[in-house]
């Protein structure tokens, strides 16, 4: 089986072909190498997968007095589906709906999409013990729509902009420095490339607007 570029891409063979005046095919396998090593790169430094996913019965716990926010794992939430808490044992656990008033999800966009992934919950955590594992759990949708074919639509297309320039900007800036003296990379094949060493403040900045916080607070 031939090798793929990811799914969740966050740019293509052929937009990087355009931005080097590349015509040909012979570069494309190396290509898709770059952008996927540039992709786990970016979601790694950001703590954060981009594409839109659901995620089931994701679990968190609960340290401290009465938390009245919970960080869920991944931001830009677009729909919360399930929230529960746990009660019970912890082999015979009883989940629970939380009742419709007793959360929402924090700051919403007009699209109804929460980019901070933060829930609060009123009267902070009341049916639950101070400090518990696995005491919640949550099934939502997060991330933005990728699809290349429907870019500048942002009803099928909302994976912003910044993030692929950046994404494309380090793999043209390898490309064309791959040949350089003292380049830092163990194996083009597995695209182990050394991407920090590419960095400069502007990819840094945009880097930061992304990263994903810590969970609780």
Known sequence: MSEQIYPHALTTVQRVK???????????????????????????????FFAQKTYTNDLYSIWGERQEYLMLNHGNVTSLSSFQYRAGTPSNPIWTDFLADQYELVEPDPSGMCKSGMIRIYAGFAPLLYTSTNAIRATYTAG??????????????????????????????YWKHRESSGKKTESIKDSNVSWNDFLDSFDTDVLERYVRPVRFI
């Open 144 to 173: 933005f729509l990728i699809s290349w074919s429907d870019f500048g639509n942002l009803a099928k297309h909302n994976l912003p902009a910044d993030l692929t320039n950046l994404c494309e900007s380090l793999v043209t800036r």
């Open 18 to 48: 355009d931005l080097l005046g590349i015509t040909v095919t012979n570069a494309d396998p190396v290509l898709l190498r770059l952008i996927n090593g540039a992709t786990d790169f970016i979601q790694g430094y950001c703590n954060e």
